[in-house]
């Protein structure tokens, strides 16, 4: 009987949603209006753009502006259908003009595409362009065309159209008044997308890459397929394909893969390419979005966020807002965000921030209604396990106590503040890498950053340390700092440290308020991931100039972990799992001073690792324990 209610519920809100759909659709079809226009750049290229405006002449209307590499499709006079389902439908019915457009050299726009195109600040030049200077032709364009207009213009976008929107904010144009990057690409070397402390992530730059990588010598409508995979296991496939050298002849043509390659550390190209140096030229208010669990963006949201803030930016008193929920890559903007995976977060997050903190940030600098005392807080954090928003003027916030946790064996039970484990040392083998997530699948799950972590405890290359069952809950708030001292039998490794909340024995959650059926609401001794982070030690100094393991010896590594925002609650306990490999997730560390993009297989060579625990080498996770959550 309960199985049949549960589908006839599902069946219900089916009907329902597409009998909403229809009526949204129809709204569309006959209060909003499709232009395309080719808006010319200071150098004479064109780039595509559809603009949907409100039938009424009777008012001025704000813009909200998308700037995309991947399309403002469909193309001639039908309508997105992400105008009338998505929330963005609130503001078509608010009065809002929404343009998207095609960026430099994507599909309809004339020109050539450059990946994450470093910024010129400040050009005078009449015909030398960046994304900034794009966005300000652009946006100049509108003002004097759209006639319509109230001539204020709102910036928004996630991941890729992201870093445009951080471009945008920094173009100077007199009429952007308010600027929203949502998971904005930021450092792909240092944390976003394709690397993480110089380890380079495989899955995601092959598959990415393989499709969005391929040139495209004039405009198009369409895009270009990727690789096409005949194996649906991609530990498998990627582990047989081996070292990132046989990868080259699949991506012959992908001008991108080829520029990564030549620049494998931290050198000037890449540092030109972080989309942070565009903070200082930020002067308007600038609303900062993303997933505390986001697979691709997680460090470009905090990260930019604690650029602006230490900028001009600040000082010039425009503010910086910075919002993180429990979500995955772009889940605000889509879904209830009430669950990721097997966790519920007790509220329909998604819902809450686009009606409570998005629309009325571009209302209030679009719309002309801001009430100087009236000023919101710029940061609002949901803390998960306690699930729960915390609203604040900054992040991390003042009350934290930085705590030292030592990562102990069992042999030395009294320690202070010290996590347990039973031992501290593990050989790691390139030929048998430690898994990203259980089980068997071909594309990278968005999960698995939260994803139950018991199969990694049954490895003998992964060290887990726990706490005891806490008496009281602790909340954190902030980076991770991992503090690790290790000695090895090899020249270079990577070191991962996963945070992980373990529930307790006997634990369900409560279900009323989520009629979602494939949700499990039983997750006794689940082992929640709240955390992980990788480190190529040879960058431990420096990421310009790396440097060897001394072999045999102590070698110091430190490494920061994105923030988190998380409470573990009492009777939960806290896990630190350490490993060298997270594969096919990142690449596998040939264990040898080399480059990884040139080496051969020979290079892979199985390594042992300890990890030291007395002083003067005591290895240690320094957590931002919140004091009064």
């Known amino acids: 009987m309960k199985f049949f209610l549960v589908w006839g519920l599902i069946l219900f809100n089916t009907l329902l949603q597409s009998q909403t759909d229809k009526a949204d659709s129809l709204w569309v079809a006959t209060q909003v209006v499709k232009t395309e226009y080719q808006i010319p750049m200071r150098d004479g290229v064109k780039l595509f753009t559809s603009v949907y405006e409100p039938q009424t002449q009777q008012q001025e209307h704000p813009i909200l502006f998308v700037r ?6 469909p193309y001639g006079a039908v309508i997105a259908p992400r105008m009338y389902k998505s929330y963005w439908l609130s503001y078509l019915r608010d009065g809002y003009i929404i343009v998207m457009q095609d960026v430099r050299g994507c599909y309809m726009s004339e020109g050539e595409f450059t990946d994450v195109k470093p910024l010129r600040a400040n050009t005078v030049s009449k015909t030398e ?9 652009s946006i100049d364009w509108l003002i004097r065309h759209l006639k319509n207009s109230n001539g204020k213009v709102g910036v928004f976008g996630i991941s890729y159209p992201g870093f445009y929107a951080t471009m945008t904010a920094a173009c100077g144009h007199p009429a952007l008044k308010a600027a929203s990057p949502q998971a904005p690409v930021t450092d792909w070397f240092m944390g976003d997308d394709f690397h993480h402390n110089g380890a380079f992530a495989l899955m995601d730059g092959f598959s990415f890459f393989s499709s969005f990588g391929k040139p495209r010598p004039f405009p198009r409508k369409t895009g270009k397929p990727g690789y096409v ?3 649906s296991d991609n530990y498998h496939f990627y582990l047989n394909r081996g070292p990132v050298k046989q990868f080259m002849p699949l991506m ?3 001008a991108f893969w080829k520029q990564v390659v030549q620049h494998p550390d931290y050198d000037d190209w890449w540092k030109a390419r972080d ?3 565009a903070a200082p ?5 600038i609303l900062i979005v993303g997933g505390t669990f986001d697979a691709e963006d997680c460090f470009g949201a905090w990260n930019l966020y604690k650029a602006c803030k230490r900028s001009n930016a600040a000082k010039t008193k425009n503010p910086v807002h910075l919002v993180m929920g429990p979500w995955y890559h772009g889940g605000w903007s889509r879904g209830t965000g009430a669950f990721l995976g097997a966790v519920r977060f007790g509220a329909k997050t998604s819902w809450y921030y686009q009606q409570v903190i998005e629309k009325p940030f571009f209302d209030r600098y679009l719309k002309s209604t801001w009430v100087k005392d009236s000023e919101p807080s710029q940061t609002h954090v949901f803390f998960t396990g306690s699930n729960c928003w915390r609203h604040d003027n900054q992040w991390p916030p003042n009350s934290l106590f930085w705590t030292p946790f030592a990562l102990q064996t069992v042999r030395e039970p009294n320690v202070p503040n010290a996590l347990k484990g039973n031992r501290n040392l593990y050989v790691s083998d390139p030929l048998s890498p430690v898994p990203y997530a259980d089980g068997i699948h071909l594309n990278r799950t968005r999960e698995y950053m939260i994803d139950d972590q018991r199969f990694a405890v049954r490895r003998p290359d992964v060290l887990t340390y726990a706490s005891s069952t806490l008496t009281d809950s602790v909340t954190w708030a902030g980076p991770v700092y991992a503090k690790l001292w290790i000695k090895t039998t090899c020249s270079d490794c990577d070191m991962v440290v996963k945070i992980i909340d373990v529930f307790p024995e006997q634990f369900s959650y409560d279900t009323s308020y989520c009629c979602d059926a494939k949700v499990n609401a039983h997750l006794g001794g689940y082992q929640m991931l709240v955390r992980g982070e990788i480190m190529r030690t040879k960058y431990r100094n420096s990421f310009s100039n790396p440097e060897p393991l001394k072999v045999d010896s102590a070698n110091y590594v430190e490494f920061t972990l994105p923030d988190v925002a998380h409470t573990f609650l009492k009777g939960h ?3 630190i799992q350490i490993q060298s490999s997270w ?12 480059n990884i993009y040139t080496c051969d297989e020979s290079a892979f060579k199985p390594c042992t690792i300890q990890l030291l625990e007395t002083e003067p080498h005591k290895s240690y996770i320094q957590a931002p324990v919140l004091k009064n959550p």
Request: charged share 25%.
């Open 281 to 285: 030229f930020i002067k308007i208010p």
């Open 129 to 137: 362009t960046d994304e900034s200077t794009d966005a300000y032709d």
């Open 275 to 277: 989309a942070r140096r």
């Open 252 to 254: 012959d043509s992908i």
């Open 583 to 594: 594969f096919p997730l990142f690449d596998r560390n040939p264990q040898t001073f080399t």
């Open 229 to 231: 995979f005949t194996d």
């Open 68 to 73: 995309t590499p991947y399309s403002c499709a």
């Open 573 to 575: 306990k806290i896990m």
